[in-house]
């Protein structure tokens, strides 16, 4: 099992910046990727960023060159940069273990993140 807890949403104005934070306990020697999907209302989860053990990257395509998706061992970063009131959602962390039945997703509780225009 991996637990995983994301701080860092909040409120700002179109165009400032935001640092979620992702810590992952538990079975994190078992984690080959982690990242960021979010969440608006009405709408589908969405991934967001995601980042291998080997460092290679992957963004939706709406937020490269504004977000930053980085990791060590226990922790995933998302730094957001150049906010649109579009990027308001639930921010959820995740992590994917191997297992013998298959990838095991494992998901934050989610934070909140507001941009007003």
């Known amino acids: 099992q991996v637990q995983l807890v994301e701080y860092g949403g909040g409120s700002v104005q179109a165009g400032e910046s935001l640092r979620l934070s992702c810590g992952a306990t538990?079975?994190?020697?078992?984690?080959?990727?982690m990242g960021w999907y979010r969440q608006a209302p009405g709408k589908e989860r969405e991934l967001v960023a995601t980042?291998?053990?080997?460092?290679r990257t992957n963004y939706l395509d709406s937020v490269k060159g504004r977000f930053t998706v980085s990791s060590n061992r226990e922790m995933v970063y998302l730094q957001m940069n150049d906010l649109k009131p579009e990027d308001t959602a639930v921010y959820y962390c995740?992590?994917?273990?191997?297992?013998?039945?298959?990838?095991?997703?494992?998901w934050g509780q989610g934070t909140q993140v507001t941009v007003s225009s």
């Open positions: 995740n992590a994917v273990a191997p297992t013998t039945n298959g990838p095991q997703d494992y």
């Open positions: 538990g079975r994190v020697f078992t984690v080959i990727l």
């Open positions: 980042i291998t053990n080997s460092k």
